[in-house]
């Protein structure tokens, strides 16, 4: 189980390094676009994720998990909230990892309550 949840973080820390690289390597720093909120907001979320899923491969908390369920359903809201959905690039890729981020971290949940009981017993 444990090894199931350290999995779970480093496939979360790679998507958030992913995330954070996102506006380098769709174009968004490129002329025509300026340091925009949707570049910041990818680079402030995949940063989130990376340092939540790096936490966690440390000392598994409960919480890191509730961050990374939260930072998936805010990606996945991230192409209405900035009005980027007309990228497709950048809809698809937000739309995808904010949703595999959020299933992966939304299905550890029961596991981690597991560990955490079992440590405690």
Known sequence: MQETLRRENWIN???GA????IPWALG???PGYSLTAVTINFWIIG???????????????LWEEWVNVAAGIWLMGSPAIFNYAEDASLFWN?????LGIFIISATAIPLVQKVIRNKRA
């Open 13 to 15: 820390l790679f998507l």
């Open 18 to 21: 992913w995330i954070f690289i």
């Open 28 to 30: 968004t720093t490129t």
């Open 47 to 61: 940063m989130v994720i990376m340092l939540s899923s790096g936490a966690a491969l440390f000392k598994l908390k």
């Open 94 to 98: 937000s739309l995808l990892f904010g």
